[in-house]
């Protein structure tokens, strides 16, 4: 498809589980991002690739999260040992591409809302 | 805080009506951007404004940047019920990191 695709859009699962989602960005898009957004909030950056550098993860809030973008294109963040509070909807965004003048506009997928029971 | 701040939380208006949301944002930017996003939906890009800016229009949208205020302004004019959504304001800082905010609930009553 033309845009950022996520799977799947709605997840439930039991506490301590280990949850996968996926993204698959915009062909040729270099750049891939990832938010969480918790119910009426704001967008939590969690992690950004770009290209072949090494990802930015500072924003993951534990451990028990991570992500890799293989081949450069389609990306995973696993959350292990689910709680509670990793109940939100996760966004995954990707851009052309990074650097200082570019447009760097953000095209976003719909979201994988989970639900940690 | 690492995001912006939009002001107000929550805004509702009549339909014709003009909306303004503001964003605030405390270190420097390269640009600033502004999404919507639909309930339950992805965001949307709306605009983009450079720090070199001051102000950018686009159909129905106006925005202005104040670096010296550390400010934005979004400004739709004769709202529809279809833009009805939540705004959000996105700095993009050095390292091509972009921060958001928490968002305005804009509610477009026909």
């Known amino acids: 498809g033309a845009g950022v695709s996520q799977s799947p859009s709605n997840k439930v699962t039991e506490k301590g589980k280990d949850v996968e989602l996926r993204c698959d960005p915009i062909s040729g898009h270099t750049a891939l991002y990832w938010y969480r957004q918790s119910l009426g909030q704001g967008l939590e950056f969690l992690i950004y690739f770009q290209g072949n550098s090494a990802p930015d993860k500072s924003g993951l809030p534990s451990d028990r999260f991570s992500a890799e973008r293989t081949g450069g294109s389609v990306s995973t963040l696993t959350i292990q040992r689910t709680q509670q509070e990793d109940s939100a909807v996760y966004l995954c965004?990707?851009?052309?591409?990074?650097?200082?003048?570019?447009?760097?506009?953000?095209?976003f997928g719909e979201g994988s809302r989970l639900t940690v029971l | 805080s690492q995001q912006g701040e939009e002001d107000p939380q929550a805004l509702s208006i009549q339909e014709g009506e003009n909306a303004t949301m503001n964003c605030s944002y405390k270190t420097s930017i390269n640009n600033l951007q502004w999404y919507r996003q639909n309930s339950g939906r992805g965001l949307v890009h709306l605009i983009l404004?450079?720090?070199?800016?001051r102000e950018k229009h686009s159909g129905r949208l106006r925005v202005t940047l104040d670096t010296s205020k550390k400010s934005s302004s979004l400004l739709i004019t004769a709202s529809r019920a279809a833009d009805t959504a939540s705004y959000f304001c996105?700095?993009?800082?050095?390292?091509?990191?972009?921060?958001f905010g928490t968002g305005t609930s804009l509610t477009v009553i026909p």
């Open positions: 404004i450079r720090s070199n800016e």
């Open positions: 965004a990707s851009s052309l591409r990074a650097g200082t003048w570019d447009t760097g506009e953000l095209f």
């Open positions: 996105a700095r993009r800082k050095t390292g091509n990191q972009f921060y």
